[in-house]
C-alpha cells in the first residue's frame, strides 16, 4: 500500500477501535503546527506494548519538562487513564501530527501506530520494558523504516534487536529510572517482594509464578522476615494485602532491603543496580531473556528454598552489561530521539 492509498488515522481508528478515542488535544495543536519546525521543540510520540502503560513513559517527564519538548503517548481511547495521569496521552483519533514516532516493539499497537502514521513520520524504536529475543511477527513491518533503535543496556539491546529482527545497530542510552537510585538504608530483616501480574488485561499480559512468589512470601515472614512488596503497576493490591505494601515505587522502595526476590522482569536489573542482590522465582512456564536471568544471585523453583536464598544472595560481579550506563539516561535517549526527528540538523 502506498502512502498516498493508506487510510488516514481518523479511518483506522473508526475500523480499528471502533470510534472509542476521545480528544486529548487543544486547539493549541493545530497553531503549533503551523509554526517553522525551527522555531519550536520536537514533537514525539510513543506507542508502547502495553497500551495503556503510561508507567514506562513517566521516568523521562523530569527530562522532558526541563527541555520544553512535546512528548506525548499514543493510547487507543481514554478509558484505561486514570484521573490525574501526568503523562500526556492522546489517541490517533485525534488526528495527531509528528516528528518522530518511537515504538517500544513490534506488537500490535505498536505496528498499527506505525501503519496508521505511515512512511512520511520518521520511526525509532526504543525499549522501556523486556522483551524475549524471538523475532515479532510483525517486526519486518519496521526494518526499512527504523531511523534509530535504543536499549538500556548491550544485554536488553540483543534481545531487543531479536524481537525487532534486525541487526542494524543498537544505541545503549541507559534506563532512566537509573537516573535517581535511591540512597541504601537497608533495614535488618526486610526483603522486597518484587510482583509481576497476575492476570493479563487490555493493557498486556501477565507472567505466571504468582503462587510461587505468594508461598515465598509467607515463607520468608513464618521465618521472621519482614516483607515488603513493590507492587507491578497492574498487579492487584489485594493478593498482598496480608503484607506492607511500598507506597513508592519498587526501585526507591529497595533502599529498606537487605534483599529482594520476584519474578524476574525489567526492574531486576535496575534493583541490582542500586546494590541490592536479587532472588528470582521460576515458574516451569516462564520465559524470560536470559540475561534477567544472570542478574539474579540464584533462582528458585520451591517456597522452601526462598530462606536461604535471600540469606545467602549477593550481587553479580560484573553488571554493566544488563544495567548500562548509570546517570544521564534520560538526557541520553531524548538526544537521541532528537537526532532521529531532526536529522538534517545534526
Given amino acids: 500500500m502506498t502512502d498516498a492509498s493508506r487510510p488516514s488515522r481518523r479511518s483506522f481508528v473508526a475500523g480499528s477501535l471502533a470510534g472509542l478515542g476521545l480528544a486529548a488535544l487543544t486547539g493549541a495543536t493545530t497553531a503549533s503546527a503551523a509554526a517553522p519546525r525551527a522555531a519550536r521543540p520536537p514533537r514525539i510520540l510513543v506507542a508502547t506494548n502495553e497500551p495503556w502503560g503510561t508507567y514506562h513513559v513517566r521516568p523521562l517527564l523530569p ?20 484521573p490525574g495521569e501526568t503523562v500526556p496521552v492522546v489517541t490517533p483519533a485525534d488526528d ?33 520494558a523486556y522483551l524475549n529475543a524471538t523475532e515479532a511477527p510483525r517486526a519486518h ?13 548491550a544485554a536488553e539491546g540483543r534481545a ?15 534506563s532512566p529510572q537509573t537516573d535517581t537510585l535511591p540512597t541504601p538504608a537497608p533495614e535488618p530483616g526486610v526483603v522486597l517482594v518484587l510482583t509481576s501480574v497476575t492476570y493479563p488485561d487490555q493493557t498486556g499480559g501477565a507472567a505466571p509464578g504468582t503462587q510461587l512468589l505468594l508461598d515465598a512470601a509467607a515463607a520468608l515472614e513464618a521465618a521472621g522476615k519482614h516483607v515488603l512488596v513493590g507492587l507491578h503497576p497492574r498487579e492487584n493490591p489485594a493478593l498482598w494485602s496480608d503484607y506492607e505494601i511500598s507506597p513508592v515505587p519498587s526501585l526507591q522502595a529497595s533502599a529498606r532491603a537487605e534483599a529482594a526476590i520476584g519474578i524476574p522482569g525489567t526492574v531486576f536489573p535496575l534493583i541490582a543496580a542500586a546494590g541490592v542482590p536479587v532472588v528470582g522465582c521460576v515458574d516451569p512456564r516462564l520465559v524470560v531473556p536470559d ?41 541520553r535517549l531524548l538526544d537521541a530521539w532528537g537526532r532521529a526527528a531532526r536529522p538534517s540538523r545534526g
Fill in 141 to 153: 513491518e519496521f526494518e526499512r523504516r527504523l531511523r534509530l533503535v535504543t536499549s538500556s543496556s
Fill in 96 to 128: 495527531p501530527t509528528a516528528d518522530l514516532l518511537v515504538v517500544t516493539g513490534a506488537t500490535n499497537w505498536p505496528a498499527d501506530c506505525a501503519a496508521a502514521f505511515g512512511r512520511h513520520t520518521p520511526l525509532a524504536a526504543t525499549s522501556l
Fill in 160 to 174: 531487543f534487536a531479536g524481537h525487532l529482527g534486525t541487526r542494524r545497530r543498537v544505541r545503549v542510552v541507559g
Fill in 63 to 82: 527530562e522532558i519538562a526541563r527541555r520544553g519538548w512535546d512528548v506525548r503517548q499514543l493510547v487507543p481511547d481514554l478509558s484505561q487513564i486514570a
Fill in 291 to 331: 540475561y534477567l536471568l544472570a542478574v539474579c544471585s540464584s533462582l528458585i523453583d520451591d517456597p522452601a528454598e526462598a530462606l536461604n536464598a535471600v540469606e545467602t544472595a549477593t550481587l553479580p560481579a560484573d553488571l554493566e552489561d544488563v544495567v548500562g550506563p548509570i546517570g544521564g539516561s534520560a538526557a
